[in-house]
């Protein structure tokens, strides 16, 4: 099942990383093994609060991180979606500093493990053959340790 959580159906958002769609993943019911994931599009901080005061968000298996890891987040957000994977698009090299050091460090108290595209490439991730609840990962250069 999905839904779109943002932009607000009532607009007041201005063109612009903002106004990027916000998706919401969750396993059909009867779907025991089925992964979750909250996917923030490009949203600051601002949004972020807008969004997390608007919807009812619960813990996620999965985030994919707003905007490339920059330090324009909502922190408190990230400790309550508490997943144990963040997924961060970001390209090499890239000249803004993305990821943030300061949102690193936020994801790690959170207890995310983070899987960046810059230094881990290509990401596989399933639910684990012995089911539980664990989550297998694969990347394309190397190991980012099991989730948590």
């Not at 601002?46 to 324009?72: E, I, M």
């Not at 997943?83 to 961060?88: K, Q, R, T």
Request: glycine fraction near 14%; aromatic fraction near 4%; hydrophobic fraction near 40%.
């Amino acid at each position: 099942d999905w839904r779109v959580l943002w932009p607000p159906a009532h607009r007041g958002v201005e063109p612009g990383n903002d106004a990027s769609i916000v998706i919401e993943l969750r396993g059909a019911p009867g779907c025991g093994d089925c992964l979750s994931m909250l996917a923030l599009g490009d949203l600051g901080a601002d949004a972020q609060r807008r969004l997390a005061a608007a919807s009812t968000l619960a813990p996620v298996d999965v985030v994919k991180v707003s905007h490339h890891g920059s330090p324009d987040q909502h922190e408190p957000l990230y400790t309550e979606l508490g997943a144990p994977i963040a997924l961060i698009g970001v390209g090499a090299d890239n000249s803004f500093g993305h990821p943030a050091p300061g949102l690193l460090a936020v994801l790690d108290a959170a207890g995310s493990t983070v899987v960046r595209s810059d230094t881990h490439g290509l990401a596989l991730l399933a639910p684990d053959a012995q089911g539980g609840g664990a989550l297998r990962l694969w990347t394309e250069r190397g190991s980012v340790g099991p989730p948590r």
